[in-house]
């Protein structure tokens, strides 16, 4: 199994990003999917996350500027992250779950500048 972020990278506040989750090795449509970040000296925390109903729920401090989908047919996950603020800055990483069974895909870092 392989998850694979990208979509990473310095942007000023104000700005866009949209990071992506590329899946391998399983069978991508019947996992829930989230997203997840770490800031430095922080928890990692959950962003994002959507079922494979397509019912999403979002932390509080991102809900009306983030929004995560899923293209079964890609086997891939997006966060597109709109009106990004400074605390938006972490390593952002993807995982898919089912059943109690996860799997972590590695991080893509988020840097926003002020």
């Known amino acids: 199994v392989q998850l694979q972020a990208s979509g990473g990278g310095l942007v000023q506040a104000g700005g866009s990003l949209r990071l992506s989750c590329a899946a391998s090795?399983?069978?991508?449509?019947?996992?829930?999917i989230g997203w997840y970040r770490q800031a430095p000296g922080k928890q990692r925390e959950l962003v994002a996350a959507?079922?494979?109903?397509?019912?999403?729920n979002y932390a509080e401090s991102v809900k009306g500027r983030f929004t995560i989908s899923r293209d079964n047919a890609k086997n891939t996950a997006y966060l597109q992250m709109n009106s990004v603020i400074p605390e938006d800055t972490a390593g952002y990483y993807c995982?898919?779950?089912?059943?109690?069974?996860?799997?972590w895909g590695q991080g893509t870092l988020v840097t926003v500048s002020s």
């Open positions: 959507i079922t494979r109903g397509y019912i999403t």
């Open positions: 995982n898919v779950e089912r059943g109690g069974l996860t799997y």
């Open positions: 090795g399983i069978s991508f449509g019947t996992y829930a």
